[in-house]
């Protein structure tokens, strides 16, 4: 079965620093990856996903599969990134849209 | 366009009990997926309706249950209450054949006493 990790719990940075949100999954299979946001008081929304190799709100992820890891990155942090992420991924190949969700990590971004 | 809904927003039920949730697809999506997401943990999959059917399930007990009516709204039933049953329960829906983004509802939070 499949598993996603995130070791962090919290992480607090200040505004105008680097961010780097690790993820680390295990999957036997080419599994497919995903950031998702939930901002204050708002829906779990999609951030990113591995395949289309966007960067969104400044944020890029790589996917390592040596390491089988998705850091979620942004070089400038913002205060309106604070928010709880979550990393995601999907089983290849499957008929149903499985996420399997890490247990998040809140991004506090300080002044 | 809308988006997701679901209600109720927020559910007290006792042990034993059943409880019936609802939700409101995305205009247009043919395919919803429902979720449990208990205190600090990330949502867990719980099964995914397409086309009236169930088409895949995660680790849950057959006493959680679903349903999916022609105009694409759900419901999620939940048999037996249990107290671990207390948690935010998200759908989510999107396009089946159109990727694997899903658009998720705001959620209901059940408290099992």
């Known amino acids: 079965a499949q598993r996603v990790t995130q070791p962090e719990k919290l992480l607090s940075v200040f505004k105008g620093a680097p961010v780097e949100l690790k993820c680390n999954y295990s999957?036997?299979?080419?599994?497919?990856l995903f950031w998702y946001v939930q901002y204050s008081r708002q829906r779990l929304q999609l951030l990113l996903r591995h395949i289309s190799r966007e960067s969104i709100k400044g944020f890029t992820a790589d996917l390592n599969k040596g390491e089988t890891s998705f850091h979620l990155k942004k070089p400038f942090a913002q205060e309106e990134d604070s928010a709880m992420y979550y990393c995601?991924?999907?089983?290849?190949?499957?008929?149903?849209?499985?996420?399997?969700f890490g247990t998040g990590t809140r991004l506090q971004v300080t002044l | 366009e809308t988006g997701v809904t679901q209600s109720p927003t927020h559910l007290i039920k006792t042990r034993g009990q059943q409880v019936t949730l609802r939700c409101s697809s995305q205009?247009?999506?043919?395919?919803v997926s429902w979720y449990q997401q208990a205190l600090g943990q990330g949502p867990q999959f719980i099964f995914q309706y397409y086309r009236e059917e169930e088409n895949g399930r995660g680790n849950f007990p057959p006493r959680f249950s679903g349903l999916q009516f022609p105009n694409y709204s759900s419901e999620l039933n939940v048999n037996a209450l249990e107290l671990d049953d207390s948690a935010l329960y998200l759908c989510?829906?999107?396009?089946?054949?159109?990727?694997?983004?899903?658009?998720f509802g705001p959620g209901t939070r059940l408290l099992v006493l």
């Open positions: 999957y036997s299979g080419s599994p497919e």
């Open positions: 995601a991924l999907i089983p290849q190949g499957g008929t149903a849209s499985k996420l399997t």
């Open positions: 205009s247009g999506h043919n395919t």
């Open positions: 989510a829906s999107r396009v089946q054949g159109m990727g694997e983004t899903q658009y």
